[in-house]
């Protein structure tokens, strides 16, 4: 797991509770020998014995630390299932890339900015890593600012600290030259800056200036760093790259039509990591992916929803080999590169030394109708095609991909929809006359992969592009991305509306960056009724953005769901808690509280809904109160009450509802509330006939 810590004595007699030495301790188990030691005990099942030795401490110290932690309740707290799942996501982080240490942040209270959390962790890591005589690349951006200003190293010696990238006038507060001093700063060491612009007008230029003999001095100072710190930047449009104006002389289109996904120090990669050429590469003045990839310890700090496709872009290049992140976006990377089941340590209870005895009725796993949980999506799969087969059928014989019956047509615009399982009868349920034309499958909670969505967009195309619409969620916008461009390589046309109706999931000023949930069912109708009523792709397109953009939703969980493959819940509330804006997936809420009324929940979720859509009276609105999969349809039925009497007390009418299981996420206790505002539009596409085996209008 990790090298014995050199200067430690193993039999010493150590002051209990103090560590002797610990000198090798992993990031992932931040600065707490506490949570190491007992990761290694009850987690790993290793003896006090072999802990010590792997600690480099006494036995007499694990043996107290063990013992203090009990006492203290860290066992029963600080290892609470989010803890112990960032540790799993660390673990497996370092396996699948390879990596020389991974440090992966839990998920918080949402108190404090994720850019913050990251600062602290980065700041952690420098601590760990830094080393006197040290020269330290630096790279720019909000996140390396973040750690350079929460960074503070004594006691090291020589240390140089180099700008990795010529300056720029744009003003931002994330500079080259105010990271890199930030770094010098927090290290007493010496900065050597690049003094030199990052982009300039022409390659003469650049050769011009590379052959100064005090910018040759200060590259040759680069060249022999030994460690680097950097971030990496996704090309969304709400990412730093588009708003520091660092790129502003050049059209970023030139990168995003050839495929890059992201941006490490300055350099475009693709999903691959390989470098993008583009009209900059002669004219950038900063370190190369070559050089960055020739440092021995490549620091990266990064994280956020939208960034996923871009970090792991440069694991796969090799540019990184310490990374530190946060748990939603480690597990995200990890399903788009097909990692899907994570270990599920963090469900199990601790050895049972000092256990108490449990009622006979306690059970640690959930009952179900299975066979081997292995195929539990292919067996459902099977099932789906063999009950719905009027609607739906097999593309190329795989029911990883399905295509309606009565749906793609030439001359109508196709509709391609999908998502991974466990949220049924969501995606599958909605392909047929009207609505999707063609569904792309995935494992329980995960994107299909690009394969499958291809072959759905070849299934519905008529001669007239297909639209692509799916929730925002890392690994569907990778794959989906993916094949998207293998769909224009056969000359189909593709447009995308990502669904973002989930209120709870981002602040209304990143909208972009909400996640799509029971919203879809509004979205997809909207979508289906206008490609089926044969308009073009740019007027189905506009459609469906107007139906996201008037959709909102909240959900309200109860209690958890369990996940087939563990027959265990995939996370834990409270016996008198809830939790306001639970994701399907099981993503954390924004507030945790106590057990209250059904109509004091609605009215939690309307207020929030009201807040945002801004009605007036006389408007018109569709209701939908969605079952998350083990609520029954008596408490749905409490909940559509309270939500018409809030929208009669405005003046407001429901034009359609539907009340049932329409988007769930397994069998978790809960639900969730969308409301659709509606135009003349929206009414009549909400309207228009459609056949599916989960709705049927006209």
């Given at each position: 797991?990790?090298?014995?810590?050199?200067?430690?004595?193993?039999?010493?007699?150590?002051?209990?509770?103090?560590?002797?030495?610990?000198?090798?301790?992993?990031?992932?188990?931040?600065?707490?020998?506490?949570?190491?030691?007992?990761w290694?005990?009850?987690?790993?099942?290793?003896?006090?014995?072999?802990?010590?030795?792997?600690?480099?401490?006494?036995?007499?110290?694990?043996?107290?630390?063990?013992?203090?932690?009990?006492?203290?309740?860290?066992?029963?707290?600080?290892?609470?299932?989010?803890?112990?799942?960032?540790?799993?996501?660390?673990?497996?982080?370092?396996?699948?890339?390879?990596?020389?240490?991974?440090?992966?942040?839990?998920?918080?209270?949402?108190?404090?900015?994720?850019?913050?959390?990251?600062?602290?962790?980065g700041?952690?890591?420098?601590?760990?890593?830094?080393?006197?005589?040290?020269?330290?690349?630096?790279?720019?951006?909000?996140?390396?600012?973040?750690?350079?200003?929460?960074?503070?190293v004594?006691n090291l010696?020589?240390?140089?600290?180099?700008?990795?990238?010529?300056g720029?006038?744009?003003?931002?507060?994330?500079?080259?030259?105010?990271?890199?001093?930030?770094?010098?700063?927090?290290?007493?060491?010496?900065?050597?800056?690049?003094?030199?612009?990052?982009?300039?007008?022409?390659?003469?230029?650049?050769?011009?200036?590379?052959?100064?003999?005090?910018?040759?001095?200060?590259?040759?100072?680069?060249?022999?760093?030994?460690?680097?710190?950097?971030?990496?930047?996704?090309?969304?449009?709400?990412?730093?790259?588009?708003?520091?104006?660092?790129?502003?002389?050049?059209?970023?289109?030139?990168?995003?039509?050839?495929?890059?996904?992201?941006?490490?120090?300055?350099?475009?990669?693709?999903?691959?990591?390989?470098?993008?050429?583009g009209?900059?590469?002669?004219?950038?003045?900063?370190?190369?992916?070559d050089?960055?990839?020739?440092i021995?310890?490549?620091?990266?700090?990064?994280?956020?929803?939208?960034?996923?496709?871009?970090?792991?872009?440069?694991?796969?290049?090799g540019?990184?080999?310490?990374?530190?992140?946060?748990?939603?976006?480690?597990?995200?990377?990890?399903?788009?590169?097909?990692?899907?089941?994570?270990d599920?340590?963090?469900?199990?209870?601790?050895?049972?030394?000092?256990?108490?005895?449990?009622?006979?009725?306690?059970?640690?796993h959930?009952?179900?109708?299975?066979?081997?949980?292995?195929?539990?999506?292919?067996?459902?799969?099977?099932?789906?095609?063999?009950?719905?087969?009027?609607?739906?059928?097999?593309?190329?014989?795989?029911?990883?991909?399905?295509?309606?019956?009565?749906?793609?047509?030439?001359?109508?615009?196709?509709?391609?929809?999908?998502?991974?399982?466990?949220?049924?009868?969501?995606?599958?349920?909605?392909?047929?006359?009207?609505?999707?034309?063609?569904?792309?499958?995935?494992?329980?909670?995960?994107?299909?992969?690009?394969?499958?969505?291809?072959?759905?967009?070849?299934?519905?195309?008529?001669?007239?592009?297909?639209?692509?619409?799916?929730?925002?969620?890392?690994?569907?916008?990778?794959?989906?991305?993916?094949?998207?461009?293998?769909?224009?390589?056969?000359?189909?046309?593709?447009?995308?509306?990502?669904?973002?109706?989930?209120?709870?999931?981002?602040?209304?000023?990143?909208?972009?960056?909400?996640?799509?949930?029971?919203?879809?069912?509004?979205?997809?109708?909207?979508?289906?009724?206008?490609?089926d009523?044969?308009?073009?792709?740019?007027?189905?397109?506009?459609?469906?953005?107007?139906?996201?953009?008037?959709?909102f939703?909240?959900?309200?969980?109860?209690?958890?769901?369990?996940?087939?493959?563990?027959?265990?819940?995939?996370?834990?509330?409270?016996?008198?808690?809830?939790?306001?804006?639970?994701?399907?997936?099981?993503?954390?809420?924004?507030?945790?509280?106590?057990?209250?009324?059904?109509?004091?929940?609605?009215?939690?979720?309307?207020?929030?809904?009201?807040?945002?859509?801004?009605?007036?009276?006389?408007?018109?609105?569709?209701?939908?109160?969605?079952?998350?999969?083990?609520?029954?349809?008596?408490?749905?039925?409490?909940?559509?009450?309270?939500?018409?009497?809030?929208?009669?007390?405005?003046?407001?009418?429901?034009?359609?509802?539907?009340?049932?299981?329409?988007c769930?996420?397994?069998?978790?206790?809960?639900?969730?509330?969308?409301?659709?505002?509606?135009?003349?539009?929206?009414?009549e596409?909400?309207?228009?006939?459609?056949?599916?085996?989960?709705?049927?209008?006209?």
């Amino acid at each position: 797991m990790t090298g014995k810590a050199s200067s430690a004595s193993k039999t010493g007699s150590g002051k209990a509770g103090a560590p002797d030495a610990i000198d090798a301790m992993p990031l992932r188990y931040g600065d707490d020998p506490y949570v190491w030691a007992c990761w290694l005990y009850y987690e790993d099942g290793k003896t006090q014995g072999e802990i010590a030795d792997i600690m480099g401490i006494s036995r007499a110290t694990v043996n107290s630390y063990l013992a203090d932690a009990r006492s203290r309740g860290i066992v029963n707290i600080s290892l609470e299932p989010s803890r112990l799942s960032s540790l799993s996501i660390a673990l497996e982080l370092k396996r699948h890339f390879g990596l020389h240490d991974c440090l992966v942040v839990p998920s918080d209270d949402g108190t404090r900015p994720l850019i913050d959390r990251l600062g602290t962790a980065g700041a952690q890591a420098i601590a760990k890593l830094l080393k006197s005589g040290d020269t330290l690349a630096v790279a720019w951006g909000r996140t390396v600012l973040a750690v350079g200003e929460q960074s503070n190293v004594p006691n090291l010696q020589d240390v140089t600290v180099v700008q990795a990238t010529g300056g720029t006038r744009a003003r931002f507060a994330y500079t080259p030259e105010l990271c890199a001093a930030a770094f010098a700063n927090a290290t007493d060491g010496k900065l050597v800056n690049i003094t030199a612009p990052a982009i300039v007008s022409t390659t003469e230029v650049r050769d011009i200036l590379l052959a100064e003999p005090l910018i040759e001095d200060q590259f040759a100072v680069l060249s022999k760093a030994n460690k680097a710190v950097f971030s990496v930047s996704s090309l969304r449009p709400n990412s730093t790259i588009h708003s520091s104006g660092f790129f502003e002389s050049v059209s970023l289109q030139d990168y995003l039509a050839k495929n890059a996904v992201g941006v490490v120090a300055g350099r475009f990669i693709d999903a691959k990591g390989q470098p993008v050429a583009g009209p900059l590469d002669d004219r950038t003045i900063g370190i190369s992916l070559d050089m960055l990839k020739s440092i021995g310890l490549r620091i990266a700090v990064a994280g956020g929803f939208d960034k996923v496709p871009a970090i792991l872009a440069a694991l796969r290049g090799g540019y990184i080999n310490v990374l530190i992140t946060d748990a939603a976006t480690g597990r995200g990377i990890l399903n788009a590169d097909g990692v899907t089941a994570l270990d599920q340590k963090a469900n199990q209870r601790p050895r049972a030394d000092n256990s108490v005895s449990l009622p006979s009725s306690y059970r640690t796993h959930i009952k179900k109708f299975l066979n081997n949980p292995d195929d539990v999506v292919d067996e459902m799969l099977d099932g789906v095609v063999k009950a719905h087969g009027s609607h739906v059928a097999p593309i190329k014989g795989s029911n990883r991909a399905l295509v309606a019956r009565d749906g793609p047509r030439p001359g109508k615009v196709g509709l391609v929809i999908g998502g991974g399982t466990g949220h049924e009868p969501g995606f599958l349920g909605y392909v047929g006359k009207g609505l999707a034309d063609a569904v792309a499958i995935g494992n329980i909670f995960s994107s299909p992969p690009p394969t499958p969505i291809l072959e759905c967009a070849k299934a519905a195309s008529g001669g007239q592009g297909v639209l692509f619409v799916y929730g925002n969620y890392a690994g569907d916008v990778m794959n989906f991305e993916m094949a998207a461009e293998m769909a224009q390589e056969q000359q189909i046309e593709v447009r995308t509306v990502l669904t973002t109706d989930d209120i709870a999931s981002s602040p209304i000023e990143d909208k972009e960056g909400r996640r799509g949930v029971a919203g879809n069912f509004f979205i997809f109708k909207v979508a289906g009724a206008a490609c089926d009523k044969g308009l073009p792709l740019d007027a189905c397109e506009a459609a469906t953005r107007k139906a996201n953009d008037r959709t909102f939703t909240m959900g309200v969980a109860l209690e958890p769901c369990s996940l087939p493959q563990t027959r265990r819940h995939n996370f834990e509330i409270g016996p008198d808690d809830i939790e306001f804006g639970m994701g399907i997936h099981g993503e954390r809420g924004v507030t945790r509280e106590k057990m209250m009324s059904a109509d004091e929940i609605t009215d939690r979720v309307m207020d929030r809904i009201f807040a945002e859509m801004k009605p007036a009276a006389g408007d018109r609105v569709a209701v939908l109160i969605n079952s998350f999969g083990a609520t029954p349809m008596m408490e749905l039925f409490i909940l559509f009450r309270r939500v018409e009497q809030r929208l009669s007390a405005k003046d407001i009418k429901i034009d359609a509802n539907w009340v049932g299981h329409y988007c769930t996420s397994l069998d978790m206790v809960g639900a969730s509330i969308s409301i659709m505002h509606l135009d003349q539009e929206l009414t009549e596409l909400l309207h228009h006939p459609c056949d599916a085996f989960a709705l049927r209008v006209g």
